[in-house]
């Protein structure tokens, strides 16, 4: 199977596929364990089983949960990814990502970090755009980037946002684009 890394289109279907790996692999080893303790004979080795069985859920929980909340989100259309790619040398394209907040998930299809700003389109219509915009804001802030943040809900308003920038050559960059890119990412699950 080919890795995908966070910003890379398909990775929200490769990172729910490897964290599900993890989770059977992980729910396998408890009830083997449990099954052990069942076979057992002394009750050492039955304490010692249900101790470890105990432990092992620990991790798979951890594992489990986030797969859980994300599971509803798939990887946008081979259209849309491909209509979005096209801009790809006008500014730095992320995909399939999932920015985790304290209030809320927002399932990011496509984002655009540009030097005039950060342009993000999300296809999931219950994420509260302007608690998303401050949230972003504020992170950028706290890493002392000044880039205004637009979250677009319209394919179509997104894509004429993309069409109306210039490439990013022509901007000074003082390495906001990656920094702005890789804050993304960290925030991305």
């Not at 009750?43 to 859980?68: C, D, E, R």
């Not at 992320?94 to 999300?122: F, K, N, Q, W």
Request: net charge positive; with cysteine.
């Amino acid at each position: 199977m080919k890795r995908y890394r966070k910003g890379q289109y398909g990775y929200r279907n490769y990172h729910r596929k490897t964290e599900l790996g993890k989770v059977l692999a992980g729910v396998a080893l408890i009830l083997v364990q449990l099954l052990l303790r069942g076979i057992g004979d002394s009750s050492s080795w039955k304490n010692l089983l249900t101790i470890t069985a105990i432990l092992s859920v620990l991790p798979v929980a951890n594992w489990a949960s986030p797969l859980l909340v994300a599971w509803r989100f798939k990887t946008m259309s081979e259209e849309l990814y491909h209509k979005a790619a096209s801009y790809e040398g006008t500014c730095r394209m992320l995909y399939d990502l999932i920015i985790t907040s304290r209030e809320s998930l927002m399932p990011v299809d496509v984002a655009a970090v540009h030097p005039t700003g950060v342009y993000i389109y999300c296809t999931d219509k219950r994420v509260e755009r302007e608690k998303a915009e401050c949230f972003l804001k504020d992170m950028f802030l706290s890493r002392q980037l000044k880039l205004e943040v637009r979250f677009l809900l319209d394919e179509k308003e997104f894509l004429n946002c993309l069409f109306g920038l210039k490439p990013e050559t022509e901007h000074k960059d003082e390495g906001c684009i990656e920094q702005g890119a890789s804050l993304l990412k960290s925030l991305s699950m």
